[in-house]
């Protein structure tokens, strides 16, 4: 009877486990510098807020590393950075406003977008993140705000802390950031010097600061699917990680898409 019970139990145990649903692994896109893989703590503290399991994927030129990498994961986070090379990424000669540059990050980044979206993962890009993916698609970028945007008066780097919203952002409606939002306006933190120009193809605009510029998009979905790729250029990290949970929204959505 003993041991008729224990196996019952084991059973029982089984079962429940093969049911609960699995945490998706949630790939976040490293930099190395100095010899060491980094990605700041604050992305790590999200994913794992809105239900996800974070996995480090270091810089590597391989792709059959990257294929076998992205059979692993099941969803994708390009983290925020150093600007993109505008040469190499769309085709402009440098302006002097232009920052550091890091020519292995942006053929990493580039390349993990592409492979991510070709085989269907969901794909968040934060501040640097957004603006890789609208390079890997055909768009073109600001290589420095303050310079070549006559009219943009924002402060967009701000001189605050990360978990403070410093300008406001318009969301468009009907967006998929307006359903996770809920608002059709908010206050968001702002670290940028770069940003979207020309949209790539296939690509919307879903929120803009007040002086114009881009600070959100969207890949319009195939067949009336869902949206599987956004960038935001603002980062949802840093409040989340601080315990502002009013764009925990943005990573739960990651989390749901990468349940599927
Ligand atoms: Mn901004």
Redesign the pocket.
């Known amino acids: 009877m003993k041991r008729i019970s224990i196996v019952f139990f084991a059973a029982l145990i089984c079962l429940s486990a093969s049911k609960a649903p699995k945490a998706p692994i949630i790939g976040v896109s490293s930099f190395a510098d100095s010899g060491v893989t980094s990605v700041s703590l604050t992305y790590i503290d999200a994913i794992k807020k809105a239900g996800g399991v974070p996995l480090v994927i270091p810089m590597t030129s391989d792709s059959t590393q990257l294929e076998r990498v992205l059979q692993t994961i099941d969803g994708l986070i390009l983290t925020g950075g150093e600007d993109v090379d505008p040469l190499q990424g769309y085709g402009e000669q440098p302006r002097r406003g232009l920052g550091t540059i890091v020519p292995e990050r942006d053929s990493f980044d580039i390349m993990l977008s592409k492979m991510a979206v070709k085989k269907g993962l969901p794909v968040l890009g934060i501040c640097r993140g957004e603006q890789v993916l609208n390079v890997a698609f055909g768009g073109t970028l600001y290589q420095d705000i303050p310079s070549q945007v006559k009219d943009s008066y924002?402060k967009?780097k701000q001189s605050a802390p990360r978990y403070y919203g410093t300008?406001s952002i318009n969301i468009k409606e009907g967006s998929l950031l307006k359903s996770i939002l809920g608002v059709d306006s908010t206050a968001?933190n702002?670290y940028?010097h770069q940003?979207v120009k020309d949209l790539a193809p296939g690509f919307i605009i879903t929120a803009t600061?007040v002086d114009g510029?881009v600070?959100a998009i969207e890949m319009i979905p195939s067949k009336k699917g869902e949206v599987m790729v956004m960038g935001v250029?603002?980062h949802p990290e840093g409040l989340i990680s601080s315990g502002d949970d009013s764009f925990l929204g943005i990573f739960q959505w990651l989390i749901r898409m990468a349940s599927k």
């Open positions: 924002v967009h300008h968001v702002s940028h940003s600061s510029i600070e250029q603002f």
